[in-house]
């Protein structure tokens, strides 16, 4: 159950697009379309932002996107703003019926 | 609204015990799966437990089998985790959340603190 593995950081200016990846195996990201994002500010409970590779859930803005090519994730955040500076972390599920995350990226935006 | 207040939290000695409690509301606690993530001192969030809508299933991450038992009790709307033989590095705040869909958590606690010291 090794940790998916996520940039530590990345970072961009208001109303620039990034991404974030999230590698994994055969085992987990690239055999299953179940990989979900979450946002998480400093000393608060983390954000559901994306389930099952690229679906939304509602209330979501549509700035935030999510797509998959092989063992790799990835979570756009377009127009950025300030306040989505934070956290953020990927999860998939496993060939053993079991999860893990990525290890985290810290967003900043400059 | 959707709430979860976890509770149970706090200072143990390593090799000891304690029982965290998850007091759901606001949603048909019997027709979710749940589970428990937790989140080391400025690490980041590990995947701990899950257990299905009637507790026929469980999954653990494998640094707590054995040692950890996710439960819950649809009638009393409360999702629990008993936690023995703890070591330090099971220091961490715990959340419960709401399954949805195969690997989503679409709801999250507060968080309670479990600190394993001397």
């Known amino acids: 159950q090794s940790a998916l593995t996520q940039p530590a950081s990345v970072s961009g200016s208001p109303g620039q697009s990034i991404t974030i990846s999230c590698t994994g195996t055969?085992?987990?990201?690239?055999?299953?379309?179940?990989v979900s994002w979450y946002q998480q500010h400093p000393g608060k409970a983390p954000k559901f932002m994306i389930f099952?590779?690229?679906k939304r859930p509602s209330g979501v803005s549509d700035r935030f996107s999510g797509a998959k090519s092989g063992n790799t994730a990835s979570l756009t955040i377009s127009g950025l703003q300030a306040e989505d500076e934070a956290d953020y972390y990927c999860?998939?599920?496993?060939?053993?019926?079991?999860?893990?995350f990525g290890g985290g990226t810290k967003l900043t935006v400059l | 609204e959707v709430l979860l207040v976890e509770s149970g939290g706090g200072l143990v000695q390593p090799g000891g015990s304690l029982r965290l409690s998850c007091a759901a509301s606001?949603?048909?606690?019997?027709?979710?799966?749940m589970s428990w993530v937790r989140q080391a001192p400025g690490k980041g969030l590990e995947w701990v437990a899950n257990?299905?809508?009637?507790?026929?299933?469980?999954s653990y991450v494998d640094s707590v089998k054995g040692r950890f038992t996710i439960s819950r009790d649809d009638a009393k709307n409360s999702l629990y985790l008993q936690m023995n033989s703890l070591r330090a590095e099971d220091t961490a705040v715990y959340y419960c959340?709401?399954?949805?869909?195969?690997?989503?958590?679409?709801?999250w606690g507060q968080g309670t603190l479990v600190a394993v010291s001397s």
């Open positions: 606001g949603f048909t606690f019997s027709d979710f799966w």
């Open positions: 959340a709401r399954r949805w869909a195969v690997a989503g958590l679409d709801y």
């Open positions: 999860i998939s599920y496993t060939r053993s019926n079991t999860w893990v």
């Open positions: 099952d590779v690229s």
């Open positions: 257990i299905k809508e009637d507790g026929s299933e469980k």
């Open positions: 055969s085992s987990d990201v690239g055999g299953y379309n179940y």
